[in-house]
């Protein structure tokens, strides 16, 4: 009996497995498909299609995985005005794939793209002149365009705006424009804005202090996987600030921390494992 149970099981792992080189097989003939007809549409002119057939390219969907023809198509449609092909020739430009590296060539094209409105380029150009690649370092440039894109709803930005506001970065200092783009951000699921936020209640920076409200915001981005938030969490069971303390809960989210080589997370563990309190009236480590 057990042996006849045993050949069962290996038929249904069989079956499930054929099933999925199935579906695999199918996707890739669809694909396949697709880029046939982008092909042709792309020959003909067709900016939009011009640009798909770039992207089947990158990600390998439907052909083989080929950078510069990647460009190649980007390019072309690029050509065309396109800003979403403008943003990637860019981003190749950045990454060094298909052609050189080169982060001047990178600004030049994000810049064509973010002039025509698009809120990625705007972030991107955001980004260079913040950090000074391709570009002068220039904080107020990189604030003017982090927040054209963030008025366009791009959560990325609109947390990278908070964290200007809150350093005082090309832009006046302002705890309470530093919240108000975090809950933005935040209110759209992006991890390091719930983050940002949860900090913000628990130091009452720009807005009153709540540790439940810390501990609510600190869940949400430490359910998407973020070590920050993670250790934060911990810290908060921990000591038992906006919820019940409980350092079995604490260590579980320290050990989550740590194992994405979350230093503040690594050093919690050794304290608990020496018996001492962990970082005893220092309070956390402040935004990254």
Not at 99 to 115: G, I, M, N, T, Y
Not at 137 to 148: F, G, L, P, T, V
Not at 175 to 201: D, H, I, N
Not at 228 to 237: D, E
Request: glycine fraction near 10%; proline fraction near 2%.
């Amino acid at each position: 009996m057990k042996h006849r149970w045993v050949i069962v099981g290996f038929t249904i792992i069989a079956l499930i497995f054929a099933g999925i080189v199935f579906r695999a097989q199918r996707n890739h003939r669809q694909w396949a498909k697709s880029a046939a007809v982008y092909r042709i549409r792309a020959e003909h002119g067709d900016a939009k299609a011009q640009l798909q057939l770039g992207s089947m390219y990158y990600y390998g969907k439907g052909v083989s995985k080929n950078y510069a023809e990647a460009v190649y198509w980007y390019r072309k449609s690029a050509e065309q005005g396109d800003s979403n092909a403008e943003y990637s020739i860019a981003h190749m430009y950045h990454d060094g794939k298909g052609l050189p590296q080169d982060d001047s060539e990178a600004a030049r094209w994000c810049r064509k793209a973010a002039e025509q409105g698009n809120p990625k380029a705007e972030f991107g150009l955001c980004d260079a002149y913040h950090e000074g690649r391709g570009v002068t370092q220039d904080y107020a440039e990189a604030a003017r365009w982090c927040r054209e894109a963030a008025d366009q709803s791009d959560p990325e930005a609109q947390y990278a705006l908070g964290l200007m506001y809150s350093r005082g970065e090309g832009i006046a200092l302002d705890y309470s424009e530093a919240v108000r783009w975090y809950r933005k951000s935040a209110e759209q699921g992006y991890a390091m804005a719930q983050y940002a936020l949860g900090y913000t209640y628990f130091s009452g920076e720009g807005i009153a202090l709540d540790y439940s409200e810390a501990v609510r915001w600190y869940r949400k981005s430490s359910e998407q996987g973020y070590a920050k938030a993670q250790y934060a969490l911990g810290y908060m069971y921990y000591y038992g600030y906006g919820v019940p303390r409980d350092r079995a809960g604490a260590n579980d989210l320290f050990q989550k921390a740590a194992a994405q080589d979350d230093e503040d997370g690594k050093r919690a563990l050794e304290c608990l494992r020496k018996g001492i309190s962990i970082d005893p009236g220092a309070g956390l480590s402040g935004l990254q």
